[in-house]
Nanobody
Framework: VQLQASGGGLVQAGASLRLSCAAS????????VGWFRQVPGKEREFVAAVFRNPGRTYYADTVKGRFTISVNSAKNAVYLQMNSLKTEDTAVYYC??????????????????WGQGTLVTVSS
């Protein structure tokens, strides 16, 4: 199983960025697919997820209304469209998948497979 995240970069506050994550060896269909982020010295935090794709989407309060998660099951890829970026969105972003149950959807331990991370830097 391999997840390959891409699309990170350096942007100014207010800009948009789209992250992609392609999976091989595991189908996203039927699995919970999510994005997390982490800054140095802090724990990895939940950003967004699709519960048991193609189920309902969930977002952290900090990104609700600005970020959109979507899955293309035909391509076995998950995307994170990030709009109105803020400096506090700066982090390494990770895609993940697993058989997370709803009550643990926002926790790191609920996911079995992780991508390598892609760095998003938002400047003021």
């Amino acid at each position: 199983v391999q997840l390959q995240a891409s699309g990170g970069g350096l942007v100014q506050a207010g800009a948009s960025l789209r992250l992609s994550c392609a999976a091989s060896g595991i189908p996203f269909s039927g699995y919970t697919v999510g994005w997390f982020r982490q800054v140095p010295g802090k724990e990895r935090e939940f950003v967004a997820a699709v519960f048991r794709n193609p189920g309902r989407t969930y977002y952290a309060d900090t990104v609700k209304g600005r970020f959109t998660i979507s899955v293309n099951s035909a391509k076995n890829a998950v995307y994170l469209q990030m709009n109105s970026l803020k400096t506090e969105d700066t982090a390494v972003y990770y895609c993940a998948t697993g058989r997370a149950i709803l009550s643990s959807l926002g926790t790191v331990r609920a996911y079995d497979y992780w991508g390598q991370g892609t760095l998003v830097t938002v400047s003021s």
